[in-house]
């Protein structure tokens, strides 16, 4: 039986706002094609550089250090304070998985470490882009892709993501040549066009040397057809915006600006993607960017499709622009009103010290039909909507303690300075796991609404704060608000939410569950517009504590998980990938040839894992 939660449905305060701001028309240019390819594993366990040079900033998602101007160089937070809770956790575990179809593990830190024969970096976190449709499931992560058939056999992968998209190898560890470093994949199945998009966000280095050229851009690659094991077209749309390579000048600090953390989605005309704009060599955030691309150029191959571009950071837009998510649809729904609608969401409470807000915001891109004839014709307009307060994460998320390894040989005399090369650092156990921001995450359009998600501060039965999952289900049309409450449980956090709808309006949010009797796992509960969500469920329990190299002194970076997961549904099956941990070994498994590997399962300075499950609506 479900479990009705508190559903709290507020007034909603919804005054269109057309804008009168004029788009930037621009041109994607096409740079090549694609097949991917499994690239070998393999490589040494350990090498003397492990980690990016250019990337060693840090990120900062997880609410616990971003003023604004940090220099983290992806992934950027400008949260300025922190909140209480906004409610206490109160839904309940489900006692079986009746709904589960089934699942298998997706790409993991090994994957990603050894991949292109061990010429990448250790990268945590691995974010989280899934995609599904036509009897296929593709699953990207940081730095690695593979594709899946429905049964969860491996067609394709690992694929390391520099040689998908056609760069060199990230770190040739014999030449000590870098190549672009890549980032945040996100992909997205269109059932309207029976193709595949993918993207990445790609830093440009100095020639072949570790320093960024400060140039960056969102690198496309677009299916030649319905199946994603074929051939690719790829795209370059340069997101730097100083006036080169066509792009407008938004006057960034220190020259060039950064199209971090991009997202994708869709209507029946254009593809949207979204960033948020920083200086990359400066302080200073200058508002989320939004692009359309012409869909049907994409799906044919074109040369040169159009682009048209709103600047969140223009003076004229009345609402804050941050994290503007861009709905995906399902199953071929898309909004026909008004030419052609892609509807968008984003929230405000990182913009405030308090770190709180009851409003979030409802964007709309129109008129998309004349993308190829008028592109300039198209429309943005954003309202502010009333919901359940939210607020920021304010704690780290506890674990359950377990065996870590790496933890423990950083701890013993003889063990890092002998086995790893870096010098003692004793710290805590189990050690605090980073949870999401309140920054809006994936968004859906299916029967007619709008779904979205968000983390959430809440208080814990035993009184500390943890992280739950608020959610909404909103009408496009008139900003009504069917479903918005709290996901949250009294004894573990939810975190990195993503929803998934049919086009019949039944969902699924996917999640991480952990806490100080939990494991990092796999979990989900149903969704729909007139009861909310459902009763938690594991689809797949950890098997250990989180144990990597993010969070020690010595590498200089907060702890890290996720910055965001993924669902997708595909007919009646909602896919969902959510981070967890899949292994656990002791110090002596770990010490054990080949080294640090834990027979396969991990790497030297990480052990997080993906998983991809099948849940039948």
Same mark, same amino acid.
């Given at each position: 039986?479900? /479990?009705?939660?508190?559903?709290? *449905?507020?007034? *909603?305060?919804?005054?269109?706002?057309?804008?009168?701001?004029?788009?930037?028309?621009?041109?994607?240019?096409? *740079?090549?094609?694609?097949?991917?390819?499994?690239? @070998?594993?393999? #490589?040494?366990?350990?090498?003397?550089?492990?980690?990016?040079?250019?990337?060693?900033?840090?990120?900062?998602?997880? #609410?616990? &250090?971003?003023?604004?101007?940090?220099?983290?160089?992806?992934?950027?937070?400008?949260?300025?304070?922190?909140?209480?809770?906004?409610?206490?956790?109160?839904?309940?575990?489900?006692?079986?998985?009746?709904?589960?179809?089934? #699942?298998?593990?997706?790409?993991?830190?090994?994957?990603?470490?050894?991949?292109?024969?061990?010429?990448?970096?250790?990268?945590?976190?691995?974010?989280?882009?899934?995609?599904?449709?036509?009897?296929?499931?593709?699953?990207?992560?940081?730095?690695?892709?593979?594709?899946?058939?429905?049964?969860?056999?491996?067609?394709?992968?690992?694929?390391?993501?520099?040689?998908?998209?056609?760069?060199?190898?990230?770190?040739?560890?014999?030449?000590?040549?870098?190549?672009?470093?890549?980032?945040?994949?996100?992909?997205?199945?269109?059932?309207? /066009?029976?193709?595949?998009?993918?993207?990445?966000?790609?830093?440009?280095?100095?020639? /072949?040397?570790?320093?960024?050229?400060?140039?960056?851009?969102?690198?496309?690659?677009?299916?030649?057809?319905?199946?994603?094991?074929?051939?690719?077209?790829?795209?370059?749309? $340069?997101?730097?915006?100083?006036?080169?390579?066509?792009?407008?000048?938004?006057?960034?600090?220190?020259?060039?600006?950064?199209?971090?953390?991009?997202?994708?989605?869709?209507?029946?005309?254009?593809?949207?993607?979204?960033?948020?704009?920083?200086?990359?060599?400066?302080?200073?955030?200058?508002?989320?960017?939004?692009?359309?691309?012409?869909?049907?150029?994409?799906?044919?191959?074109?040369?040169?499709?159009? *682009?048209?571009?709103?600047?969140?950071?223009?003076?004229?837009?009345? %609402?804050?622009?941050?994290?503007?998510?861009?709905? =995906?649809?399902?199953?071929?729904?898309?909004?026909?009103?008004?030419?052609?609608?892609?509807?968008? !969401?984003?929230?405000?409470?990182?913009?405030?010290?308090?770190?709180?807000?009851?409003?979030?915001? +409802?964007?709309?891109?129109?008129?998309?039909?004349? =993308?190829?004839?008028?592109?300039?014709?198209?429309?943005?307009?954003?309202?502010?909507?009333?919901?359940?307060?939210?607020?920021?994460?304010?704690?780290?998320?506890?674990?359950?303690?377990?065996?870590?390894?790496?933890?423990?040989?950083?701890?013993?005399?003889?063990?890092?300075? /002998?086995?790893? &090369?870096? $010098?003692? =650092?004793?710290? @805590?156990?189990?050690?605090?796991?980073?949870?999401?921001?309140?920054?809006?995450?994936?968004?859906?359009?299916?029967?007619?609404?709008?779904?979205?998600? +968000?983390?959430?501060?809440?208080? +814990?039965?035993?009184?500390?704060?943890?992280?739950?999952?608020?959610?909404?289900?909103?009408?496009?049309?008139?900003?009504?608000?069917?479903?918005?409450?709290?996901?949250?449980?009294?004894?573990?956090?939810?975190?990195?939410?993503?929803?998934?709808?049919?086009?019949? &309006?039944?969902?699924?949010?996917?999640?991480?569950?952990?806490?100080?009797?939990?494991?990092?796992?796999?979990?989900? %509960?149903?969704?729909?517009?007139?009861?909310?969500?459902?009763?938690?469920?594991?689809?797949?329990?950890?098997?250990?504590?989180?144990?990597?190299?993010?969070?020690?002194?010595?590498?200089?970076?907060?702890?890290?998980?996720?910055?965001?997961?993924?669902?997708?549904?595909?007919?009646?099956?909602?896919?969902?990938?959510?981070?967890?941990?899949?292994?656990?070994?002791?110090?002596?498994?770990? !010490?054990? %040839?080949?080294?640090?590997?834990?027979?396969?399962?991990?790497?030297?300075?990480?052990?997080?894992?993906?998983? =991809?499950?099948?849940?039948?609506?």
């Amino acid at each position: 039986m479900k /479990t009705r939660l508190l559903i709290a *449905v507020a007034a *909603v305060a919804f005054a269109t706002c057309a804008l009168g701001t004029t788009p930037t028309t621009l041109k994607l240019q096409k *740079v090549g094609t694609t097949v991917p390819a499994t690239t @070998p594993v393999g #490589g040494a366990p350990l090498a003397s550089l492990e980690l990016d040079p250019a990337m060693t900033a840090g990120d900062a998602d997880s #609410g616990d &250090g971003g003023d604004l101007g940090g220099q983290p160089v992806v992934n950027r937070s400008i949260a300025h304070g922190h909140a209480g809770s906004n409610r206490m956790g109160n839904a309940r575990r489900a006692k079986s998985h009746p709904e589960l179809l089934g #699942g298998f593990d997706g790409l993991n830190f090994h994957d990603q470490r050894y991949a292109n024969g061990g010429n990448q970096f250790s990268v945590e976190p691995p974010d989280q882009g899934l995609c599904a449709g036509n009897g296929f499931v593709m699953e990207s992560v940081n730095d690695v892709l593979a594709i899946y058939d429905n049964a969860g056999n491996r067609l394709v992968g690992p694929v390391d993501l520099n040689t998908f998209y056609g760069y060199p190898a990230a770190i040739n560890r014999g030449t000590g040549a870098y190549g672009p470093s890549i980032t945040d994949p996100s992909c997205y199945y269109d059932a309207g /066009t029976q193709r595949w998009f993918q993207v990445v966000l790609t830093l440009d280095r100095i020639g /072949t040397t570790s320093f960024l050229a400060g140039t960056n851009h969102l690198d496309i690659a677009v299916s030649q057809t319905a199946d994603p094991t074929g051939a690719w077209n790829v795209y370059s749309l $340069p997101v730097q915006n100083n006036g080169t390579q066509g792009t407008p000048d938004h006057g960034c600090t220190g020259g060039f600006c950064l199209g971090d953390y991009p997202h994708i989605g869709a209507d029946a005309h254009a593809v949207f993607l979204t960033t948020n704009e920083f200086a990359l060599f400066g302080p200073g955030f200058y508002g989320a960017q939004i692009y359309a691309i012409s869909k049907q150029a994409l799906a044919s191959g074109g040369a040169s499709p159009n *682009v048209v571009l709103f600047n969140g950071g223009d003076p004229s837009i009345p %609402a804050p622009a941050f994290t503007v998510w861009p709905a =995906i649809s399902s199953g071929g729904q898309y909004a026909g009103k008004q030419g052609g609608t892609e509807y968008l !969401l984003s929230s405000d409470a990182v913009f405030y010290d308090s770190g709180t807000s009851n409003t979030i915001w +409802l964007w709309s891109v129109s008129n998309t039909q004349a =993308i190829d004839t008028a592109p300039t014709a198209l429309t943005l307009n954003v309202s502010p909507l009333t919901v359940q307060q939210y607020a920021v994460p304010s704690s780290l998320a506890r674990q359950k303690p377990g065996s870590t390894p790496l933890r423990d040989c950083f701890a013993l005399t003889g063990c890092a300075p /002998t086995y790893l &090369g870096y $010098p003692n =650092i004793v710290y @805590p156990a189990p050690r605090g796991m980073a949870v999401n921001d309140s920054r809006m995450q994936q968004v859906s359009y299916a029967n007619g609404k709008l779904w979205g998600t +968000l983390d959430t501060d809440v208080l +814990l039965a035993d009184g500390s704060h943890g992280s739950g999952i608020n959610y909404f289900v909103i009408n496009p049309n008139s900003g009504g608000v069917f479903a918005n409450g709290t996901l949250a449980l009294p004894d573990a956090n939810l975190t990195y939410g993503a929803a998934a709808v049919t086009q019949s &309006g039944r969902g699924v949010i996917a999640f991480t569950v952990v806490g100080p009797n939990d494991y990092p796992s796999a979990g989900y %509960a149903s969704l729909d517009a007139k009861i909310g969500a459902g009763e938690v469920h594991v689809a797949a329990a950890g098997a250990g504590p989180w144990d990597g190299f993010t969070g020690l002194p010595f590498f200089g970076s907060a702890p890290r998980w996720g910055d965001y997961g993924a669902a997708a549904a595909d007919g009646n099956t909602i896919w969902t990938a959510s981070e967890y941990i899949a292994q656990t070994c002791t110090l002596a498994q770990y !010490l054990t %040839a080949p080294l640090f590997q834990c027979g396969g399962t991990r790497g030297a300075l990480g052990n997080w894992a993906t998983r =991809i499950s099948a849940i039948g609506l």
